[in-house]
């Protein structure tokens, strides 16, 4: 099986001069040009000192470069770090301490602050989306490597930062095996080829935007419409000339309040995907009702890529992920007792398969921890297969926020908000929300005969944490439900403050 750089390159031969990049209102970016820019970076990748097994953390703004930057650290056999673009300074201090890389990207605008983070063993380089930064320059005095490292499909090629409810953020190191059997299968499930033209408007720091959009892009052979951040009435303009969308659930909320969207403004695409968080069933009736066209489901994460699909040719089933990819097995077992339940019964999904991460960077005891002797690897989501085949997550065991398509770990959030001075105690959780699929939402106890403000509590959480983890509401209490064992009753937070954000 060829690794992702090996069908970066195969791509290159049969296509060097289509577009692997366009971009509205600036010129293109053909697979050839594309794959001068990643031997360039291999140049200075090798010039830095980037060996084999090293990783390349980056945190910079989406462009093409990003990519070709991604491509260049698999070519010397470097790890792909990516990082969420509105991680602090504290929360990148702990991902640079944890994956010791040899090097790390960021933007332009933020080089003077990083930079004091240079040591002998880590470089600090920069990147721009105006293809600018000290590492473009870097490429202009190396000499571009041509020649490729050999990696087996069981090396190392990307580490992805995903956290836990104790707050402290795991690696989930991802081979090459991984990527490209996973790419391998959603090309075969989703009927993708080079004729394809990709609408991505999706970020490049996780598994959607990266692992499946870019990489199915790149080794079939295919256009990507690369936009910086999606827009619907942009979107709507681009699907005169492209056939795929690949989104989160808010694309689709957003394209539905457009009143251009209709079969005729649609007419040319085949395929949109939905991803990485819940999509409303009203939106999957609504998107069909005023399009024609069906939203294909699926489900993944970041340990295991993508796990199952609604069906290219078959029955979308809107609350449904569908069913196993090719050469993936899933289960759905028993919490206390791991063991198999009944067709249509609750509880946690197990997945096996060439997907499944190898374990967490540096952390033997978590990753023995999350699977099974026989291999299945334990998800912490609640689902149920029914008697159609098809999977259904009904829920998250660990109390997980999706709020617009990132995952939300409501117990570091909580540590920040017991920190303050006048607060006893805080739960944090996800409530119903129109346009991120649920909203982060704090509920707070003050101290014995202290008042809290909730601005003050959010400005205060502003410069700590990423935006996307801040709650959108803080809402007070005298105290937070309790069953009898003590500990917090989440569900019933939920249901209380149900419909906190339609009104």
């Given amino acids: 099986m060829p690794t992702i750089h090996d069908s970066f390159l195969a791509s290159t031969q049969a296509h060097p001069d289509k577009a692997l990049f366009e971009r509205p209102g600036r010129p293109d970016i053909t697979y050839a040009e594309a794959r001068d820019v990643v031997e360039r970076f291999a140049g200075a990748l090798t010039y830095i000192g980037v060996r084999p097994g090293d990783r390349v953390a980056v945190q910079v703004d989406k462009s093409p470069e990003a990519i070709c930057l991604y491509l260049a650290t698999l070519q010397v056999g470097g790890v792909f770090l990516p990082?969420?673009?509105?991680?602090t300074g504290s929360e990148i201090d702990y991902f640079l301490e944890d994956a010791s890389p040899r090097l790390f990207v960021c933007s332009p605008e933020t080089l003077v602050d990083h930079r004091a983070?240079?040591?002998?063993?880590?470089?600090?380089?920069?990147?721009?989306?105006?293809?600018?930064?000290?590492?473009?320059?870097?490429?202009?005095?190396?000499?571009?490597?041509?020649d490729a490292v050999d990696r087996d499909l069981a090396d190392h090629a990307?580490?992805?930062?995903?956290?836990?409810?104790?707050?402290?953020?795991?690696?989930?190191?991802?081979?090459?095996?991984?990527?490209?059997?996973?790419c391998a299968a959603l090309l075969e499930c989703w009927r993708f080829?080079?004729?394809?033209?990709?609408?991505?408007?999706?970020?490049?720091?996780?598994?959607?935007?990266?692992?499946?959009?870019?990489?199915?892009?790149?080794?079939?052979?295919?256009?990507?419409?690369?936009?910086?951040?999606?827009?619907?009435?942009?979107?709507?303009?681009?699907?005169?000339?492209?056939?795929?969308?690949m989104g989160v659930p808010t694309f689709y909320t957003r394209l539905l309040k457009s009143e251009r969207l209709s079969p005729e403004t649609t007419a040319g695409m085949r395929l949109f995907v939905s991803g990485s968080a819940p999509l409303l069933a009203e939106d999957h009736r609504a998107f069909t009702e005023r399009t024609g066209q069906t939203i294909l489901e699926r489900y993944?994460?970041?340990?295991?890529?993508?796990?199952?699909?609604?069906?290219y040719d078959g029955e979308r089933i809107a609350g449904a992920v569908g069913m196993p990819l090719r050469d993936v097995e899933i289960r759905v077992t028993d919490r206390e007792t791991g063991?198999?339940?009944?067709?249509?019964?609750?509880g946690i999904v197990e997945v096996r398969g060439p997907n499944v991460f190898e374990g967490y960077w540096q952390m033997p005891e978590k990753t023995a921890e999350?699977?099974?002797?026989?291999?299945?690897?334990?998800?912490?989501?609640?689902?149920?297969?029914?008697?159609?085949?098809?999977?259904?997550?009904?829920?998250?065991?660990?109390?997980?926020?999706i709020s617009g398509g990132y995952n939300v770990y409501p117990k570091e959030i909580e540590d920040a908000i017991d920190a303050l001075p006048d607060v006893l105690e805080s739960a944090v959780i996800g409530l119903p929300h129109a346009d991120l699929g649920e909203g982060v939402t704090a509920v707070v106890v003050p101290k014995a005969g202290e008042h809290v403000d909730p601005d003050e509590i959010i400005a205060a959480l502003a410069g700590s944490m990423a935006r996307f983890k801040q709650p959108k509401r803080v809402l007070t209490v005298e105290e937070l439900p309790r069953n009898v064992m003590g500990k917090v009753q989440k569900a019933e937070l939920r249901k209380t403050y149900a419909d906190l954000y339609s009104t």
Wanted: contains cysteine; negative net charge; glycine residues 10%.
């Fill in 83 to 87: 990082l969420n673009t509105a991680y």
């Fill in 117 to 146: 983070r240079a040591h002998d063993a880590m470089a600090v380089e920069s990147l721009g989306a105006d293809r600018d930064g000290s590492l473009i320059a870097r490429t202009e005095s190396v000499t571009p490597r041509t």
């Fill in 158 to 182: 990307a580490i992805l930062y995903t956290s836990g409810t104790t707050g402290r953020s795991k690696g989930a190191v991802l081979t090459h095996g991984n990527l490209a059997s996973n």
């Fill in 193 to 245: 080829t080079a004729d394809d033209r990709l609408i991505h408007a999706l970020p490049i720091f996780h598994t959607h935007g990266l692992f499946v959009a870019a990489n199915m892009a790149i080794a079939a052979g295919a256009t990507m419409i690369f936009l910086s951040k999606f827009d619907p009435e942009q979107a709507i303009d681009l699907m005169q000339d492209a056939t795929v969308l």
């Fill in 300 to 311: 993944g994460m970041t340990e295991t890529c993508m796990i199952t699909s609604n069906p």
């Fill in 339 to 346: 063991a198999p339940v009944d067709t249509g019964g609750i």
């Fill in 370 to 401: 999350e699977f099974r002797d026989d291999g299945f690897f334990i998800t912490g989501d609640m689902g149920r297969i029914d008697a159609d085949g098809y999977l259904r997550i009904v829920g998250r065991d660990k109390d997980l926020v």
